[in-house]
């Protein structure tokens, strides 16, 4: 469930790179603190968001977009979003969000601990943390930008985000449910020749 039409339209634009695209992803336009109202008869074999980080990035300057919220009422909103989502997967399943932290836009610019708030709020919908995993992005200008912002602040550069993966209820049955998994070594042929 995403909030901006245009986000929806773009996704279903995309559908043609899903292979194989079946079942097809529906997708809804709303707001996901209804999740659990709006799409109350699906249950869901796996849940996976990129929530807005906070105020990092802003969507739109719809009320209801997480974006545009400070972080207390972010917080409060997204805490709903999640046990919303916890609710709607089915027991004995994963569920996997990623995120990054991010600075206080005003003072001293201190981290917001969004990573702990998304385990925190996950906990409390009943699941539990199961995986994390670092995707590095892009280093981009940051070597520029980086030398001069930790001289004066000592504040690092960063060029990674949190892959967390939970899971609601037993492991062993969450496993099975997802079916075999080919792991082989000719998924991967660049690496045998390293
Ligand atoms: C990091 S982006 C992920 C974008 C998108 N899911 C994609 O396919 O890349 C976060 C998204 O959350 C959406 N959003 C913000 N508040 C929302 C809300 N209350 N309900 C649903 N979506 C919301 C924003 O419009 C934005 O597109």
Same mark, same amino acid.
């Given at each position: 469930m995403e909030l901006r039409p245009e986000q929806v339209e773009a996704n279903r634009g995309q559908l *043609? @790179? @899903?292979?194989? &695209?079946?079942p097809a992803p529906a997708w809804h336009v709303g707001d996901s603190r209804q999740i659990g109202r709006r799409l109350a008869d699906v249950e869901a074999d796996f849940v996976f968001s990129c929530p807005p980080? &906070?105020? @990092? =990035?802003?969507? %739109?300057? +719809?009320? &209801? +977009? @997480? %974006? #545009?919220?400070d972080y207390p009422a972010f917080l409060t909103a997204y805490r709903e979003v999640i046990a919303g989502a916890v609710g709607q997967l089915k027991p004995d399943r994963f569920a996997c969000f990623v995120v990054g932290d991010v600075r =206080?836009?005003? *003072? #001293? *610019?201190?981290?917001?601990n969004f990573v702990a708030d998304t385990i925190e709020a996950f906990l409390d919908a009943g699941a539990q943390l199961y995986n994390e995993a670092i995707l590095l992005t892009a280093y981009g200008s940051l070597p520029i930008r980086a030398g001069k912002q930790f001289a004066a602040s000592r504040k690092l550069g960063k060029t990674h985000q949190n892959v967390l993966v939970f899971v609601k209820g037993d492991w062993k049955r969450a496993v099975a449910a997802c079916g075999d998994v080919n792991v082989s070594d000719d998924l991967f042929p660049e690496a045998d020749e390293e």
């Open positions: *043609g @790179l @899903l292979q194989p &695209a079946d980080y &906070a105020d @990092l =990035e802003r969507y %739109s300057d +719809d009320p &209801a +977009d @997480l %974006s #545009t919220m =206080e836009k005003r *003072g #001293t *610019g201190v981290y917001r």
